[in-house]
């Protein structure tokens, strides 16, 4: 069963292309620069059997990583939606593949500097998390240009528990998608242990009984229930 996850995962299209590619790069450039920064910058300085060992070994832990990466589904999450699920997921997937490395490098290729490791997993790590969230960022600034152009709607939910935070979450991915230009100003809850406070930093105004007022007050254009 794992073995045909693995096969779906890779599933290759150029969606999936991009990714792999990206982060075979990162992979390569990471563990390139950690060698450059530990001998002061000098391409020269590099010790011959430490460029021996990256340059045999990049390729095969090229093909691991990406096959690590594809076992944690990474080419298969819609990064525009990215979670923190989504993040531990990297954390995990960029620990095992580092873990490789450095078993793997060690025992075909002999040691390698402490720094070489440290510099490198750290790179490879930011760099990969850099990869991924920078095309939300973008999206997200792409959205935001375009949903200017479309009217907010000041949004009232009424119900400040589970269900209600589901219509919020569900409206926020809405306006980053640009299918909306949403804005919920406040909850209406009956529950006068909730009143005052926040859920998605917007605050609970009052119960049921007070809705035609708050929402004058509020210039509300929708009540969602």
Same mark, same amino acid.
């Given at each position: 069963?794992? =073995?045909d +996850? %693995? ?9 999936? /292309?991009?990714?792999? &590619? !990206?982060? $075979? ?28 060992a ?13 096959l ?10 819609v ?5 923190? =699920?989504? +993040? %531990?997921?990297?954390t ?6 580092? /873990?490789v490395h450095? &078993? !793997?490098? $060690? ?12 510099v ?19 999206l ?9 152009n ?10 400040a ?8 979450d ?7 998608a ?15 242990n ?32």
């Amino acid at each position: 069963m794992k =073995r045909d +996850l %693995l096969i779906s995962n890779l599933k290759i299209n150029k969606y999936t /292309l991009f990714w792999m &590619i !990206g982060d $075979s790069v990162i992979l390569i450039f990471s563990f390139f620069l950690a060698l450059y920064l530990r001998f002061d910058m000098k391409f020269s300085m590099i010790p011959l059997r430490y460029l021996i060992a990256y340059k045999d070994f990049m390729i095969p832990i090229s093909v691991i990583t990406v096959l690590i990466y594809s076992f944690y589904d990474m080419y298969r999450v819609v990064w525009e939606y990215v979670s923190y =699920r989504d +993040l %531990l997921k990297i954390t995990q997937a960029c620990f095992l593949s580092i /873990l490789v490395h450095i &078993i !793997g490098i $060690s025992i075909f290729f002999g040691r390698m500097p402490i720094s070489y490791f440290f510099v490198g997993s750290l790179c490879q790590y930011v760099f990969t998390l850099i990869l991924r969230f920078s095309r939300r960022i973008f999206l997200k600034n792409k959205i935001n240009d375009t949903s200017g152009n479309l009217e907010e709607s000041r949004v009232m939910i009424v119900g400040a528990g589970s269900a209600g935070k589901v219509i919020h979450d569900d409206i926020l991915q809405s306006n980053q998608a640009g299918e909306s230009n949403l804005k919920v100003v406040c909850y209406i809850d009956d529950d006068k242990n909730k009143l005052g406070r926040f859920i998605n930093s917007t605050p609970i105004l009052g119960g049921r009984d007070e809705i035609k007022r708050i929402a004058i007050d509020k210039n509300i254009d929708q009540i969602l229930v």
